[in-house]
T-cell receptor, first 112, second 113 residues
């Protein structure tokens, strides 16, 4: 079965702390894509990253970084020096026959 | 360029009524997908349209339907509304099927009373 698990329901940090959001996936496909989306209170899902299963290189984009490990079926997301504007719900997702399968999301609250 | 536009933003309907939600994709995008988001079930895929044809459908009852027009705009319809249909309905557009470059709209929040 295709499944995405985000075990952390809610994380609270103080501004400037680093925080890692965990994502574990299950798939029988040999080729697949993984995504991270951010959902601020406005409701829109904001695309953060897409990674295909052939590319295990870690990626860094500003304060954001992603650690993809096929051996543990994980695609973790780290925010360095968190800011209040990072407060949102973050979703990890897997693509399966052109439809996104989402995890349950992790609510991140960053306090000043 | 303009993003994905969903109208209306908020909607309140009575049980048993029907509702139509609209989604205008990014200009040039031909694929439109719909998702339902509820606190209990999370984000779930409803259906996908490409070139006016439904390509993919999620596990929802027949009360949920949709269509896509020649200009790629899409509508979804829910008939005989139930309280459990209260949700945020999100639309996503992508250039073509399989490009996986999904851009989401801000959603329509439907409340059924």
């Amino acid at each position: 079965a295709q499944k995405v698990t985000q075990a952390q329901t809610e994380i609270s940090v103080v501004e400037k702390e680093d925080v890692t959001l965990d994502c574990v996936y299950e798939t029988r496909d040999t080729t697949y894509y993984l995504f991270w989306y951010k959902q601020p209170p406005s409701g829109e899902l904001v695309f953060l990253i897409r990674r295909n299963s052939f590319d295990e290189q870690n990626e860094i984009s500003g304060r954001y970084s992603w650690n993809f490990q096929k051996s543990t079926s994980s695609f973790n997301f780290t925010i360095t020096a968190s800011q209040v504007v990072d407060s949102a719900v973050y979703f990890c997702a897997l693509i399966r026959t052109d439809k996104l399968i989402f995890g349950t999301g992790t609510r991140l609250q960053v306090f000043p | 360029k303009a993003g994905v536009t969903q109208t209306p933003r908020y909607l309140i309907k009575t049980r048993g009524q029907q509702v139509t939600l609209s989604c205008s994709p990014i200009s040039g995008h031909r694929s439109v997908s719909w998702y339902q988001q509820t606190p209990g079930q999370g984000l779930q895929f409803l259906f996908e349209y490409f070139s006016e044809t439904q390509r993919n459908k999620g596990n929802f009852p027949g009360r949920f339907s949709g269509r896509q027009f020649s200009n790629s705009r899409s509508e979804m319809n829910v008939s005989t509304l139930e309280l459990g249909d209260s949700a945020l309905y999100l639309c996503a557009s992508s250039l073509v099927v399989g490009s996986y470059g999904y851009t989401f709209g801000s959603g329509t929040r439907l409340t059924v009373v």
